[in-house]
């Protein structure tokens, strides 16, 4: 299967700082890539659509000046949380998809605590 | 726009017994329905997923039918193991358009 890789796993950051977490498609090209919030025991709550080349399409209800992503190559989106509040702390994760596929390959995850 | 709902949210069998978990979906042109296992702290691993144009597929102890006409897809553990214990997502999609998740199922094994 397809690898999607994210990092940071695990990260602290203080209140007011901002957050970058990068994805990778290691083994494949995604011109999409998407980004996920999950809140203890809840489901994945999508916020946006990465877009290779072109600005993300944001979920309603998600703050894109809050939640800023890039998708700059074919392998690579990130999500920086800027000016971060502990009401962002959460599970971020994102997927990738190879182009004209559909099955979605996950990241790992980073946990993001603000304190 | 699409919208998944997914039932039971929790669910308990004994150790070598069969496991439902049930979904249905509103947009009747979501074409690719996947299933998804996660474990705690980790990222969702696909199981089985079916398409539109099949009405069930099975991988070992694991199959997922679907009912295009009722818009309801579900997912068959047979002869369940401690190991299937785990949160469970259906998911519905268009083609490779963004995926629309259930709330999850959280599958418990009891030896």
């Known amino acids: 299967g397809a690898v999607v890789s994210q990092h940071p796993s695990r990260v602290i950051c203080k209140s007011g700082t901002s957050v970058k977490i990068e994805c990778r498609s290691l083994d494949f090209q995604a011109t999409t890539m998407f980004w996920y919030r999950q809140f203890p025991k809840k489901s994945l709550m999508l916020m946006a659509t990465?877009?290779?080349?072109?600005?993300?399409?944001?979920e309603q209800g998600v703050e894109k000046d809050k939640f800023l992503i890039n998708h700059a190559s074919l392998t690579l989106s990130t999500l920086t949380v800027t000016s971060a509040h502990p009401e962002d702390s959460s599970f971020y994760i994102c997927?990738?998809?190879?182009?004209?596929?559909?099955?979605?390959?996950f990241g790992q995850g980073t946990r993001l605590t603000v304190v | 726009g699409e919208n998944v709902e997914q039932h039971p949210s929790t669910l308990s069998v004994q150790e070598g017994d069969s496991a439902v978990i049930k979904c249905t979906y509103s947009d009747s042109a979501s074409n690719y329905f996947p299933w998804y296992k996660q474990e705690l702290g980790k990222r969702p691993q696909l199981i089985i997923d079916i398409r539109s144009n099949v009405g069930e597929k099975k991988d070992q102890r694991i199959a997922v039918t679907l009912n295009k006409t009722a818009k309801h897809f579900s997912l068959h553990i047979t002869e369940t193991q401690p190991e299937d214990s785990a949160v469970y997502f259906c998911?519905?999609?268009?083609?490779?358009?963004?995926?629309?998740f259930g709330q999850g199922t959280r599958l418990t094994i009891n030896p």
């Open positions: 998911a519905a999609t268009q083609g490779a358009q963004k995926l629309v």
């Open positions: 997927s990738a998809r190879r182009t004209q596929g559909t099955e979605a390959f």
């Open positions: 990465s877009n290779e080349g072109s600005k993300a399409t944001y």
